[in-house]
């Protein structure tokens, strides 16, 4: 079966021809060696997810290469990866509407906080250090 995490070789031939279903949109669906490797090493489904630090060792890169690279090919070329941040955790190829929700739900939340913050920094004057823990020692 086309991309099921256990033959890479024959699974790179075809990574271009199966993400150029999103052609219309607009997306670059041309990868390069090194996404093509990614997407290859990239398990179908959720319940097989690869840990980025395997990844990262079977590509020989650090880990914050492959979150860009797994960055990159979901937001230029459109290709369908998910990540699973509990057990199993990692990266896999996303196969149905389930593991897209799957997948978006702890994005949506980390927006939620990343949203929070914000408004918490744009809201509140700047106050030092000093400030803090003073107020810290009143309290006590």
Known sequence: TFLDGNNPKNK???????????????????????EQQ???????????PRKIKEIAGLMEIDART??????????????PIGSSP????GYY????????AQALGPLNAQVGKMAERISAWANHPIITKEE?????????
């Open 12 to 34: 790179a031939t075809n990574i271009v021809a199966f993400c150029r279903h999103n052609e219309s949109g607009g997306r670059n669906m041309e990868l390069n060696k090194q």
């Open 38 to 48: 990614l997407v290859a090493l990239l398990p179908k489904g959720r319940d097989h």
């Open 66 to 79: 492959v979150r860009f690279l797994v960055s990159h090919l979901i937001t230029v070329h459109g290709c």
């Open 86 to 89: 509990s057990n199993p955790a």
């Open 93 to 100: 190829w996303i196969e149905n509407e389930t593991e897209r």
């Open 132 to 140: 803090v823990l003073n107020n810290q020692d009143k309290g006590a």
